[in-house]
């Protein structure tokens, strides 16, 4: 056995971390989502568009970037090329020269146009409303895939991102390790009534309350059935 120096400090005991709280029961989670639909029914996304076209080249471009700055950028983008065959024309410096205030914007400039061809050669210019088709387009993944068919289509979708992600285990709705393992449990939990909109009920709430770093417990609609801790006062 290993001897301990003399006078040698002993091991501070290792903390246990805290265990995560259990999600909020049932009648809970219907509360909440029954406030957030009081407060706004009809919730909208904030990346400008017109058509299911122009939003999936939104969601594309919004991937670690922005919603103001990709409106920005793509108001002279749409004005210029709304069309898949449009853009196709405008071509891929064309595209660069309007998105090039994006982060990544020579990766997405690539994708959009790729993604634009193959949806006149394979879909008619279209897009289609398939998670499953849209996840095979370039620059496509699950979260812009849902986000697309949600709001394009209104077909019943969470699309998790780290404000949904952030939101869902601190309340907690559930609990989960990542983004991506979250979308399956939360569409399985939110009451039907509740799922069309639930996506953007919780990107607003942890977009302007539940922020990452302060969140603003103060104004809270739903602190009395929020288990996170420890909740954030009031601005002196």
Known sequence: MP???????KAAPRQKAAPAPKPVDAATLREI???????????????EHSDPYTLLVAVVLSAQATDKG??????????????PHAMLELGLEGVREHVKTINFFNTK??????LSEILITEHGGAVPPSVEILEGLPGVGRKTASVVVNMAFRIPRIAVDTHIFRVANRIPLVVTK????TQAPLEAIVPEEFLLHAHHWLILHGRYICKARLPECWRC????LCRYEPKTPGPA
């Open 70 to 83: 990709v409106n920005k950028a793509t108001r002279g983008l749409f004005a210029a090329a709304s069309t």
């Open 221 to 224: 609609p739903i602190r009395d």
């Open 109 to 114: 400039a690539r994708n959009v146009i790729a």
């Open 3 to 9: 001897i301990r120096k003399q006078g040698a400090p």
């Open 178 to 181: 990542t983004p991506l393992d």
């Open 33 to 47: 989502f029954t406030r957030f639909r009081e407060i706004e029914p009809e919730p909208k996304g904030e990346l």
